[in-house]
């Protein structure tokens, strides 16, 4: 199974306007000559409070079908138009294995 990309499933959705937004952070990125990669879909299922996430001064929406996803708890005011909003499992690879993600929020 392909692993599908967040702008994709974002324009299937309808939320080019959030796509909009990443693609304004990636361009300050590369102008600043950055090289910074991002899980978008990390960015999108908010913090672990429910609390949006804010990058190069953008806030961005919380979507609970994201937070789902994330295995993170739903939040009363997500950013959701379709409460049957479905996201594509998650992709896991073996790249680190030992690794664990420490919580910063």
């Known amino acids: 199974m392909k692993r599908e990309n967040i702008k994709k499933w974002l324009h299937d959705n309808n939320f080019d306007e959030i ?3 990443i693609n304004l952070v ?3 990125w590369k ?3 950055k090289h910074t ?3 978008w879909w990390e960015v999108l299922a908010g913090c672990n409070n429910g609390n ?3 990058i190069e ?3 961005f929406p919380v979507f609970n079908s994201v937070r789902e996803r994330e295995g993170k708890e739903p939040i009363e005011n997500a950013y959701d138009r379709d409460v049957n909003l479905k996201t594509p499992d ?3 690879t073996n790249r680190w ?3 664990k993600k420490k919580d910063i929020n």
Do not use: L, M, S
């Open 57 to 59: 001064g953008i806030k």
């Open 26 to 28: 990636e361009k300050k």
């Open 90 to 92: 998650k992709w896991y």
């Open 97 to 99: 294995p030992n690794h």
């Open 37 to 39: 990669r991002r899980n």
């Open 52 to 54: 949006a996430k804010t």
């Open 19 to 21: 796509i909009d937004d």
């Open 31 to 33: 102008e600043k000559g």
